[in-house]
């Protein structure tokens, strides 16, 4: 397994790049949608691959809860149980722990919670979190971190920062030591320090010494403004090694994805295709579509005239809308469908531009079309 740099824009930092992991190779950028439970919500698998996607992110916390490693074990892996050949990565649940458990207390040695489904007690380590993702078998691992939100006093972050860079070496530890080594799985570190740009570089520096296979930045896209994150991922790649893929965590949207390709990250994941598409909201080259809305009616058109999806191909606006209003299942998985395409298609879009040295330019027009802002 190994990441191998392809080819940089020749006028900006972004780059092309291809992970060599267990389960195929990908090539980057890439954007994996979520399959929080072991599938992306409201999508077939073969929908999921008919829009090109090359690995989907999963969720240890959520599948330690349900439907639990005994299960997942006794299926073969987590690609056998949710039929997937593909890669996939896990994150360690570290966010999920911290947002939604009902109690939880960090200590050094892990961190003890109560399921936000029945109220449960666990105690997890480091190293606990290690074998579970050994369990689910994942291409790339993530290890336990403390996520902290913001704002966040720098005391707090401090400490968060200190305990997630001893928490990645017990982590990497735990890895080289169980049994069949580090032949099967990557892991990837994490860097830690919200906003506070002499934690990032400290942690950036700590985290590229202990011997990860890649390097996630977490703690951005957690409330933050957007000029904000993106200040602070320009600031911290540059103490990130050029040889690793560059993992930003749960970002974002798709103006977020360009620029944060333009300053050299490599993977992406995020919610917001799927969530966006459950409540009727449709990604496109201008910005975002509300199609519940009565301005759609009588609109005859595609959600997206410039999109191949299944959805654009076969139904209209107006069709759409009515589903939504009539509380039809077709209607989420038509917008999420085509939002997953459109994420994929606009990845394709970038990986061309990059290869013809013609990223700033596309990122420069894309920008000053879309709109963030729902058109309504």
């Not at 929080?36 to 090109?52: M, R, Y």
């Not at 690609?79 to 999920?96: A, V």
């Not at 489904?117 to 291409?139: A, Y």
């Not at 590229?208 to 977490?218: R, Y």
């Amino acid at each position: 397994m190994s990441f191998k740099l392809l080819h940089e824009d020749k006028n900006s930092q972004a780059r092309l790049g291809k992970l060599s992991l267990a389960h195929g190779e990908v090539t980057t950028p890439i954007f994996m949608p979520v399959a929080t439970n072991a599938t992306v919500k409201c999508l077939s698998n073969d929908e999921i691959l008919t829009c090109g996607a090359e690995m989907l992110l999963a969720n240890t916390y959520h599948l330690f809860l349900r439907p639990g490693m005994e299960v997942i074990k006794e299926a073969g892996d987590l690609h056998k149980f949710m039929n997937w050949e593909r890669p996939i990565l896990t994150d360690s649940g570290g966010y999920q722990v911290f947002s939604l458990a009902l109690l939880r207390k960090v200590r050094d040695e892990g961190v003890e919670f109560q399921s936000h489904i029945d109220g449960k007690k666990h105690f997890i380590t480091p190293e606990d979190v290690i074998g579970l993702q050994k369990i689910l078998n994942s291409d790339i691992m993530m290890p336990l971190d403390e996520c902290v939100h913001y704002p966040c006093e720098r005391d707090h972050a401090e400490i968060a920062m200190k305990r997630t860079t001893d928490w990645a070496k017990r982590s990497r530890l735990a890895h080289t030591q169980h049994p069949g080594g580090t032949d099967k799985q990557l892991l990837f570190g994490i860097v830690q320090g919200t906003t506070y740009e002499d934690l990032r570089e400290i942690s950036a520096q700590e985290i590229t010494g202990i011997g990860f296979d890649g390097i996630a930045l977490g703690g951005l896209s957690v409330g933050e403004p957007d000029d904000l994150m993106y200040n602070i991922l320009c600031f911290t790649v540059k103490f990130l090694p050029k040889e690793l893929p560059r993992y930003v965590m749960g970002v974002g949207t798709p103006d977020q994805i360009i620029k944060a390709i333009g300053v050299g990250i490599d993977l992406f994941d995020c919610c917001v295709p799927t969530r966006y598409g459950r409540n009727g909201t449709a990604f496109t080259d201008q910005g975002r579509l509300i199609l519940r809305n009565s301005q759609y009616l009588h609109d005859f058109n595609p959600i997206d005239k410039d999109c191949q999806c299944f959805a654009c191909k076969n139904h209209t606006r107006a069709y759409i809308r009515h589903l939504f209003n009539t509380h039809e299942i077709l209607g989420l998985n038509l917008v999420s469908l085509h939002n997953i395409f459109y994420y994929q298609e606009l990845i394709r879009r970038v990986r061309k531009a990059i290869k013809e040295d013609k990223f700033s330019d596309f990122s420069k027009n894309f920008l000053n079309n879309y709109q963030s802002i729902a058109k309504e």
